[in-house]
């Protein structure tokens, strides 16, 4: 006997069903999906030293330090970022580490 395969019509689509329509949320770091379209001169913040390391932070810590300029895109994932206040650059940072920021 074959199992009841009744399909059941919603009226709204499943979520996340339209990727392209889906919004930017602000603390998604950028994706390598993303590298393309991160130009030189952006803005972004930086993780914290400590949550890259996989350290626990204080509970009201913050977990985010900048904003950095994009000096440097490397098409395997990493760029170097560029301090504005003091003009010096950073160790290369992978961009899951990276997110844009709005001004």
């Not at 390598?32 to 130009?39: D, F, K, N, S, T």
């Not at 900048?66 to 098409?75: A, K, N, R």
Request: some cysteine.
């Amino acid at each position: 006997m074959a199992r009841d395969q009744t399909s059941y019509r919603t009226s709204s689509p499943p979520p996340f069903a339209n990727m392209e329509n889906m919004e930017e949320d602000e603390d998604t770091p950028v994706t390598r999906r993303e590298l393309a379209r991160v130009p030189r001169g952006r803005s972004v913040l930086k993780s914290v030293d400590a949550v890259m390391r996989k350290m626990s932070l204080p509970k009201w810590a913050p977990k985010w330090e900048g904003p950095y300029i994009v000096s440097e895109i490397h098409s395997n994932g990493h760029c170097i970022l560029l301090d504005p206040d003091h003009g010096t650059t950073t160790s290369p940072i992978n961009f899951k580490y990276v997110k844009k920021y709005y001004a």
